[in-house]
């Protein structure tokens, strides 16, 4: 469990696990110096019925340096309460109010120990203080009512039993397996489940699955009070989720090697080998962006583009640098990256990446490749412009912060009108905006990817996946609410005259 843990992790993977006769224990997992992980334990009979592991995540600016899950909340043995949770809360703010009116403490900002809080308040109100067993049924039916947002999560009680989440927007994937030698096992991909046998199912949104501890049975159960469809957040197949996650029987390896060999169709119109020159050089961003350049590297070949496949770039930890406090994004990615291979005076590279999100990375990488000698860096992004923020877990949470909104700032009235169409805004606009984006971050040229390749590329049709990112149309009423109030608020900031242009343009539009 914990290796697998260890591909999406930001600062070490927390265990909380359960044996009959001991109780709950919480331990670390460590990194050794052969890169290997091993559980942190003291005590050497611990062998555990029931466990949870979750990655340790930089989040939400805490002094600690991270946050440690699973979280244990109630010193009772017989109370104890652990959770394991992917995604975020949106309506986060107005739940953590409605328990501290109730005079409940919080501690960390989180929204694991709020949830966590929650659970343990509906238990000890309507169960624990009248002495009768919980209804966990009961409990998630209440929670799936009140939360907004894409969340899956795993709870342990010091019982042994397990609960089973997802929430009913079905933003955050969560599937089961139940393995021929009899072992029930959860993740957030499938391709932790590799190597065994046995029978895979994905968790339906707006269900749990509870396991006794104790009569050691297992049960599903609905807990929505409507039937909803899981519509997964393209984060998942363009970044979050491990290359050899499959969804319809295709991996995202191979959905993003398609999205880079439908770059490469774009790049090679905009990038030609001189004749006699060194070869052009693609290297990706590590470690995601690699089957988006090997794609790219492909097609460049079949139009006759002179090129070498090679990484330029290292990463000196494997901390990610999307999700996190804004300072210590920049101190993290100063940090991470180098340049690695020969000598690169007077080369042409050609960087690959999933998305441009903020630039800074981008900007940081381009500056240290022309430091090193580098004659020009273009940059081919495998998704559209990313042009709304993200609340379900990503940490993008302003308008501000997003390299469009910063460059949209800067564009005639006409072309930011037109560029609020996101998605569908016409092609000289958007290349206007590549142009604006590539002079901020130093580079040659960049490209991104149009959004209707996007959607022909992944393995599912569009109403199944998540695309806000790139379309501005949120998944949950909370997320479209925020989002739209951001945006009614940068609009306001502009100077009257534009202002009122966007209005006229999209009077018809509910989110202005």
Known sequence: ???????????????????????????????SSCDALRIDCNEQEFRPHVAIAHIRNRYRGTGDGGVVHPIHQN??????????????????????????YEGYRLGDNTDDELLLKW????????????????????????????IDGAISALFLNGEGSLIAYRNRSGLRPL??????????????????????????????????????????????????????????????????????TSILGQSHFETRYNIGAALGDLVAKRVESEPGSAPIIVSSMPHTGRPYADGLFETLAEYGVIAQRQEVVETQFSQRTLIGAPGERKSCIARKYRVSGSSLAQATII??????????????????????????????????????????????????????WQIWKRLSPEHRTESLRFHRMQIEVLETIEHNIAASIHAATMAYLPFPLLVSSLPCRPDNIDLSPFTFEMPTPAGQKRANRSLRQLLAGLPIRNRLALEVHHETDPRL
Not at 207 to 228: E, L, W
Not at 358 to 380: C, E, I, N, P, Q
């Open 1 to 31: 469990m914990v290796p697998k843990l260890a591909l999406r992790g930001q600062a070490g993977v927390s265990v909380a696990a359960f044996m009959h006769d001991k109780g709950l224990r919480y331990v670390r997992a460590l990194q």
């Open 75 to 100: 010193a009772d043995a017989g109370r104890s309460l652990a959770i394991s949770l992917d995604g975020a809360l949106v309506n986060a703010h107005e739940l953590r109010e409605e328990l501290l």
């Open 119 to 146: 659970i343990e308040r509906s238990c000890e109100r309507d169960y624990w203080r009248h002495g009768l067993a919980v209804s966990y049924e009961r409990i998630f039916r209440d929670i799936d009512d009140r």
């Open 175 to 244: 599937e089961t397996m139940q393995t021929d030698d009899g072992f029930l096992l959860f993740a957030s991909e499938n391709c932790a489940f590799a190597g065994l046998e046995g029978k895979i199912r994905q968790m339906l949104p707006g269900h749990i699955k509870c396991v006794d501890g104790t009569k050691r049975t297992c049960v599903d159960r609905k807990v929505s009070r409507k039937q909803h469809k899981a519509k997964l957040c393209a984060y998942e197949t363009l970044y979050l989720g491990s290359p050899k």
């Open 351 to 404: 960087m690959v990446d999933e998305a441009l999100i903020r630039g800074d990375t981008s900007r940081a990488v381009t500056s240290m490749l022309l430091g090193a000698g580098a004659k020009a860096v273009h940059w081919a992004i495998g998704s559209p412009p990313v042009v709304a923020p993200n609340y379900y877990g990503m940490g993008i949470n302003t308008l501000d912060e997003l390299a469009f």
